[in-house]
């Protein structure tokens, strides 16, 4: 990168000085609330940049608007995790990566996944630069030195762009979820949740029909980094769920995955 990231962090810190005092930061952000949407949806971004420094403070800052953060510093590692499908609801990239460059990662996922939205973060002003990179595949450039508040709101229109992929209703055979009033109802019975199992039963409905690791209900719902006892938290609630979801009688719709975690699935 051109621009360090002292200059880029500088910047950002001008514009947040120069607002006035009194102005709080849900002013500041694109919405209202969105910080409490971006968490009941359990939206994740793939964060990949090379400047250790950057990445930190970007993902401090997403993490502040209840977006879930992961991050990497080089295109083959990201390319790993996108080919893993693991689901990611926005990927921002530099474009100067090491072991594999930002346009190549966007030219080798852009096929497999159509509707994954892309930010690209460069530091080449160029406007040749920034086309190639909407020509491969990205869906919107931002220049560094860049203004924390265009970028909190170029990402926030792109997740809006996409959110039709988490719908108010979710249903999986006789079950169905109404995320705006977190009520859920099994063949007309109310069935009653806690708000984790709440939490825990939108991340297996979000995935429906395929296996959700115990690390991934462990970032999603409790916020925390696996581990082996952390785990068995995780097997403590599910039991709840599925007590709760599955009553003698009914079609089996919560499934063990040996050795990973868990499914939600019909038949």
């Not at 939108?202 to 991934?216: I, W």
Request: aromatic share 4%; glycine share 6%.
């Amino acid at each position: 990168m051109s621009n360090s990231i002292d200059s880029t962090i500088s910047l950002v810190t001008e514009e947040q000085d120069s607002a006035p005092s009194d102005l709080s930061r849900a002013q500041v952000d694109p919405g209202a609330g969105v910080a409490a949407l971006n968490r009941a949806a359990g939206r994740r971004i793939l964060l990949v940049e090379d400047d250790v420094s950057l990445s930190g403070f970007l993902c401090g800052e997403l993490q502040g608007q209840g977006l879930i953060v992961e991050q990497v510093h080089d295109g083959e590692e990201a390319l790993r995790l996108l080919e893993a499908k693991r689901r990611y609801d926005l990927l921002m990239l530099d474009l100067n990566l090491p072991k594999l460059d930002g346009l190549t990662l966007i030219e080798r996922v852009r096929p497999a996944q159509p509707r994954l939205p892309m930010l690209v973060l460069t530091a080449r002003s160029r406007v040749e630069d920034k086309v190639k990179a909407l020509e491969s595949g990205a869906d919107d450039c931002i220049t560094k030195p860049f203004s924390l508040i265009e970028l909190l709101a170029r990402v926030h229109a792109l997740l809006r762009r996409n959110s039709g992929l988490v719908p108010n209703c979710s249903t999986v055979g006789d079950l169905t979820m109404y995320r705006d009033q977190r009520r859920v109802e099994r063949n007309g019975r109310r069935i009653e949740l806690t708000p984790r199992e709440f939490a825990i039963l939108d991340v297996m409905m979000r995935n429906a029909g395929q296996p959700v690791s115990r690390a991934t209900l462990l970032e999603e719902v409790w916020n925390m980094a696996p581990s082996e006892s952390a785990t068995n938290i995780v097997d403590v609630y599910m039991k709840y769920v599925r007590d709760k979801i599955d009553l003698p009688g009914e079609p089996r719709l919560t499934h063990t995955v040996r050795g990973f975690g868990y499914e939600l699935r019909f038949a």
